[in-house]
T-cell receptor, first 115, second 113 residues
Framework: GAGVSQSPSNKVTEKGKDVELRCDPI?????LYWYRQRLGQGLEFLIY????????KSGLPSDRFSAERTGESVSTLTIQRTQQEDSAVYLC?????????????FGNGTRLTVT | RKEVEQDPGPFNVPEGATVAFNCTYS??????FFWYRQDCRKEPKLLMSVYSSGNEDGRFTAQLNRASQYISLLIRDSKLSDSATYLC??????????????FGAGTRLAVHP
């Protein structure tokens, strides 16, 4: 079946512009996560959705970052007034359940470059 | 100290070799543990969970030592297709019951003919 889909796959933007990244999780998956991976580094947790609610936003780096999820499906991550340090691959993942052992299925990511 | 630490490598090994990766984690109350594999410019994919008693999946063996807060992955009879970055992943107890995974930076493996 279809996996997690993210768009765009690549985004180049000028410093100061806003960007919106989209994630389509696997159908029926309750939990949705956003992670960020800077070059040569591990994944950093950004935010977790259970249904349409975000009980954990603790990883969002600043108030320039926001995310929402609608219809217990699509999620968008918005970065306002982008900075060069925002350059990274933004990965979305979904899982069927919310418990510890429900494996995460990742999308291919959006590679964001801020010039 | 990072929450999950790994030797970045790279580990360069010939086909057929046995290679072991180690990982340490800082939160002694961590609940669950995994190894993910990430190919170059691709998304991470679950390789295997790590159970307290140790577990094996074909050529891959994972072990957990809670007392030392140490996780290992052993790959036997390495194949060219095993070349990738291996991510040590921990779910800390404070995540509120959901999968807020903490990723190590990864260990890069290159298998050569």
């Amino acid at each position: 079946g279809a996996g997690v889909s993210q768009s765009p796959s690549n985004k180049v933007t000028e410093k100061g512009k806003d960007v919106e990244l989209r994630c389509d999780p696997i159908s029926g998956h309750t939990a949705l996560y956003w992670y960020r991976q800077r070059l040569g580094q591990g994944l950093e947790f950004l935010i977790y959705f259970q249904g349409n609610s975000a009980p954990d936003k603790s990883g969002l780096p600043s108030d320039r970052f926001s995310a929402e999820r609608t219809g217990e499906s699509v999620s968008t991550l918005t970065i306002q007034r982008t900075q060069q340090e925002d350059s990274a691959v933004y990965l979305c993942a979904s899982s069927q359940r919310t418990d510890y052992n429900s494996p995460l299925h990742f999308g291919n990511g959006t590679r964001l470059t801020v010039t | 100290r990072k929450e999950v630490e790994q030797d970045p490598g790279p580990f360069n090994v010939p086909e057929g070799a046995t290679v072991a990766f180690n990982c340490t984690y800082s939160n002694s109350a961590s609940q669950s543990f995994f190894w993910y594999r990430q190919d170059c410019r691709k998304e991470p994919k679950l390789l295997m969970s790590v159970y307290s008693s140790g577990n094996e999946d074909g050529r891959f063996t994972a072990q957990l030592n809670r007392a030392s807060q140490y996780i290992s992955l052993l790959i036997r009879d390495s194949k060219l297709s095993d070349s990738a970055t291996y991510l040590c992943v921990v779910n800390p107890s404070f995540s509120g019951g959901y999968n807020k995974l903490i990723f190590g930076a990864g260990t890069r493996l290159a298998v050569h003919p």
